[in-house]
């Protein structure tokens, strides 16, 4: 098992530019989800998916969309970046989303968007 | 809405002592689930134990264990005889009933002295 990957590990972005930033898992989960890590602020969810086509926001969700159409892929685009989106991403996923499933992480993507 | 406070933004430890994290939330829930993560230099995100509101008995992990007052809405995570693989960013985090999203606090960073 490889777990949750992500890549890219780094990305250097213009302002304006679009990107997408991808995350799979082999581990068979329902549930995947996307955090931004900032300074002093914790995890904050972006969004957010139960299941294949099913999605739906988080706390922090403005300036990013995402998709399921399959069960280990969950993508997160960002369609106009801005310098308020630097940040280190991270994707994580779980069977289920319940409490008593673990949830597991990626390695994380460093974005700079100057 | 929930929130979750760790107001140590930074601990220091000498190897083989014992420290303890602070966390308090917010939340007009009786039943819900709360969890302290790892965070090392490999930004890495990993569970180290999970309390389920309802339970009276504290959660224990080898050497994790929780001191969790749900009347003082208070979680905090002790580390007995701490190693210097212990250093890293400590996350609370919370996630309530029916809901599939957690609740981050801005984590405390730990250091451990040899």
Known sequence: NAGVTQTPKFQVLKTGQSM????????????????????????????????????????????????RSTTEDFPLRLLSAAPSQTSVYFCASSYR????????????TRLTVL | AQTVTQSQPEMSVQEAETVTLSCTYDTSESDYYLF??????????????????????NATENRFSVNFQKAAKSFSLKISDSQLGDAAMYFC??????????????????????
């Not at chain 2, 302290?36 to 008995?57: F, G, H, N, T």
């Open chain 1, 20 to 67: 997408t930033l991808q995350c799979a898992q082999d581990m068979n989960h329902e549930y995947m989800s996307w955090y931004r890590q900032d300074p002093g602020m914790g995890l904050r969810l972006i969004h957010y998916s139960v299941g294949a086509g099913i999605t739906d926001q988080g706390e922090v969700p403005n300036g990013y969309n995402v998709s």
């Open chain 1, 97 to 108: 989303g319940v409490p008593t499933d673990t949830q597991y992480f990626g390695p994380g």
């Open chain 2, 36 to 57: 302290w993560y790892k965070q090392p230099p490999s930004r890495q995100m990993i569970l180290v134990i999970r309390q389920e509101a309802y339970k009276q008995q």
């Open chain 2, 93 to 114: 985090a919370y996630q309530g009933p029916g809901t599939y999203k957690y609740i981050f606090g801005t984590g405390t960073r730990l250091k451990v002295l040899a």
